[in-house]
């Protein structure tokens, strides 16, 4: 047994090669539970009695013998936590007591109130404030701690977040009454009274992280350091002349959002991993070493660096604002409120919509009149640019062969097989969840999954195509998660943001080179998206009408697709990336296309039952392009 500033470990060793029983008098330690160090289980309670253990041969436990905390689970509504400790709060996460109190005390009720903690539904093991490098922001200290979270199932995941101590009366008020969700814990140290808060919402440590930033300065730590790096967009302001100003964005995400000066956006990653964030490495690698305008301008970002391991940890990313009326979503969704406009009112009821077009090529000029009316040539414009921009990004994130992290990789048959177990796995997730869950449905939605769940053979065949042929192209850096929410729009361009990729991969698996074709999907299955979520979306739709209006979604989204296709393909023409046999690109598209509609299915179900008829009519689509042989069976 070993105590030290109020923690107590237990080693319990078996120096023999049977199985041992041993019985210990713990009696100190009553109304303890033991934790075992390495797998955070827990044992029995301590009581009155000898306590027993049986070991294994040369087997041994370490426990820790620390008391629960009462009460753990979160109220609906989150009182704030009172927390009284001995020490001053530059010595606060020197101390045991004081660290470990507010670890158990106060992090798992403030982190269960937070938008960006992603482990609400989870039931927490442990939380450690396994760093806290600190800085000096005005008069008083900031630690920016990394806090990792264990769970009873799952793997563990840290966070970060930034703390200060308010001792001021007058900034005890503002924050309890104004910025309320950023209060931690009433604090009394040894000698002051006030509140902790998360920082990022002090504008003296927001506007300290600013000049870090800018001065290139680099703090040095026991273990690593605190590397704060400058862009170039940076190089035009100038600190000894222009006063900085921030404020903290309220949209509710994954992340936190700073804006400096209304000319730069600074966010914070709220969840980390040891390594590179695609989203700082990307936007730097576009901005500082392509000719690529339509992506953010890098302004810097602040990482940790473990000396040790020589790992790293990303913690905030700087780039530009980009002036803009709104995502590129909200766009078309407008565009398709004044395109269902016209199809209620300038179309006959009982006409059906004109057979549709099948080439994967498509010009404005070559569709029906009718259709070029109703869609509009404006629509197509911003089609195509978008198109042109969405190449533009691929051909820049392709473009340097001298760093291994940007160098195109050949797409091996190799590689090839690896997707089709991919893909047959998740129909094998997917549609297994869906079966189950078909007598639940309500029938208009069962009936039209009740059809994927029967093409099912069908779907395994369709990507069992994958690895029929050799595909000849190239793996390159691609966004990862691109979709109409991932562009702003500012009424004559576009621009794309957001290069965190596929929020459920690790950062690891998000770095990955894949086909840019998982862009062009992402974004052809966001059109078909919005126009089937714009009659959803819209309660001022009559029911009556709605199989009329599903009728023409599926021109919209079937003619849209193919304009953006159309001038992605124009504009990458010749690139490695995009397979100079035909049947070989819409193979590769039609494969990501089908993958992220039934990636949607399970998604949908779980998430938004009503809006599953979305991704189902998506499959039903590829499938029957597939089984009417538009792109033919190669």
Same mark, same amino acid.
């Given at each position: ?5 109020g ?26 539970q ?14 009155e ?8 041969? @040369? ?20 009182? +704030? ?24 005390r +106060? ?9 960006? @903690?992603?482990?609400?539904?989870? #039931? ?9 490098p ?6 008083t ?8 979270? !264990?769970?009873?199932?799952g793997?563990?995941e ?24 950023? +209060? ?20 003296? *440590?927001r506007?300290?992280? *600013? ?9 040095n730590?026991?273990?690593? !350091?605190? !590397? ?23 949209a ?7 804006i400096?000066?209304?000319?730069y ?15 700082l ?9 392509t ?7 890098? &302004?810097?970002?602040?990482?940790y ?19 803009n ?7 078309m ?16 009821r009982?006409a ?5 077009l099948?080439?994967?090529r ?18 197509f ?15 820049a994130?392709?473009?340097?062969? #001298?760093?291994?992290d ?29 079966? &189950? ?5 309500p ?7 009740? /059809? ?28 990862g998660?691109?979709?109409l ?6 009424g004559?361009?576009f621009?794309?943001?957001? *290069? ?12 990955l ?19 089937? &979520? ?11 009408d ?10 919209w *989204?079937?003619?849209? #697709? ?12 010749? /690139? ?10 819409r193979l590769?598209l ?20 009503d809006?599953?008829?979305?991704? +189902? ?10 089984l ?6 190669d």
């Amino acid at each position: 047994m070993r105590s030290y500033e109020g923690e107590s470990i237990l080693v319990v060793t078996n120096l023999s090669k049977f199985s041992q029983a041993a019985n210990i008098n713990l009696s100190g330690f009553k109304g303890i539970q033991p934790v075992e160090i390495f797998s955070q289980n827990k044992f029995f309670e301590i009581g009155e009695e000898s306590y027993n253990f049986t070991i294994g041969p @040369f087997g041994y436990y370490w426990m820790l013998l620390e008391k629960a905390e009462e009460n753990v689970e979160t109220p609906k509504e989150r009182a +704030v936590p009172e927390l009284e400790v001995e020490v001053e709060w530059t010595s606060f996460f020197t101390d045991y007591t004081a660290k470990r109190l507010l670890e158990k005390r +106060v992090l798992p009720g403030y982190m269960k109130s937070c938008r960006w @903690f992603g482990g609400k539904s989870k #039931s927490m093991v442990s939380i450690d404030v396994c760093r806290y490098p600190a800085i000096q922001a005005g008069e008083t200290t900031a630690y920016l701690m990394n806090i990792d979270v !264990r769970y009873t199932d799952g793997l563990p995941e840290t966070y970060f977040l930034p703390v200060t101590f308010i001792d001021q009366a007058e900034r005890i008020v503002f924050f309890l009454k104004n910025e309320p969700q950023s +209060v931690i814990c009433y604090l009394k140290t040894a000698q002051k009274e006030g509140i902790l808060i998360d920082a990022i919402y002090e504008d003296t *440590f927001r506007d300290e992280l *600013f000049r870090l930033i800018k001065s290139d300065e680099v703090v040095n730590l026991h273990e690593g !350091r605190l !590397r704060f790096e400058s862009g170039k967009v940076l190089a035009e302001f100038n600190m000894e002349t222009e006063e900085v100003r921030s404020e903290v964005l309220k949209a509710e995400q994954s992340n936190t959002s700073v804006i400096y000066n209304g000319a730069y956006f600074f966010k914070i990653y709220r969840k980390l991993d040891t390594d590179i964030n695609p989203d700082l490495e990307l936007v730097r690698f576009l901005s500082e070493k392509t000719s690529f305008e339509n992506s953010p301008r890098y &302004g810097g970002g602040i990482q940790y660096e473990n000396l040790s391991d020589n790992s790293y940890t990303i913690l905030g990313l700087l780039q530009n604002k980009i002036p803009n009326q709104g995502e590129a979503w909200s766009a078309m969704l407008e565009v398709l409120s004044r395109y269902y406009d016209k199809i209620l009112t300038k179309t006959e009821r009982q006409a059906a919509p004109p057979e549709l077009l099948r080439q994967d090529r498509l010009y404005f000029d070559q569709l029906p009149e009718k259709m070029q009316q109703l869609i509009g040539h404006v629509t197509f414009e911003r089609v195509k640019l978008l198109g042109q921009r969405t190449a533009e990004m691929h051909i820049a994130l392709a473009s340097d062969y #001298s760093d291994p992290d940007f160098r195109p990789e050949p797409f091996t048959q190799h590689y090839q097989r690896a997707i089709y177990a991919v893909h047959r796995k998740l129909v094998s997730d997917k549609l297994g969840a869906l079966a &189950g869950r078909i007598e639940s449905l309500p029938p208009h939605i069962a009936a039209e999954a009740q /059809q994927i769940i029967d093409l099912r053979d069908d779907i395994l065949h369709c990507f069992e195509e994958i690895y029929s042929r050799r595909i000849h192209t190239v793996k390159t850096r691609i966004h990862g998660d691109y979709h109409l929410g991932q562009v702003l729009f500012n009424g004559s361009d576009f621009f794309i943001i957001d *290069f965190e990729g596929e929020p459920m991969l690790s950062i690891s698996e998000r770095r990955l080179k894949r086909t840019p074709f998982k862009d062009v999907a992402g974004m052809i299955r966001s059109f078909h998206y919005a126009a089937y &979520g714009q009659l959803l979306l819209n309660p001022n739709y009559r029911k009556e009408d709605m199989p009329l209006l599903e009728q023409w979604a599926r021109q919209w *989204f079937h003619y849209v #697709s193919r304009f953006y296709l159309t001038a992605y393909l124009d504009r990458a023409a010749g /690139q490695p990336f995009v397979p100079q046999d035909e049947a070989e690109m819409r193979l590769l598209l039609r494969n990501y296309t089908l993958e992220k509609a039934i990636y949607e299915v399970g998604y949908e179900m779980n998430d938004r039952p009503d809006w599953l008829r979305i991704p +189902v009519k998506g499959v039903l689509y590829e499938m029957e392009t597939y089984l009417n042989k538009e792109g033919e069976r190669d």
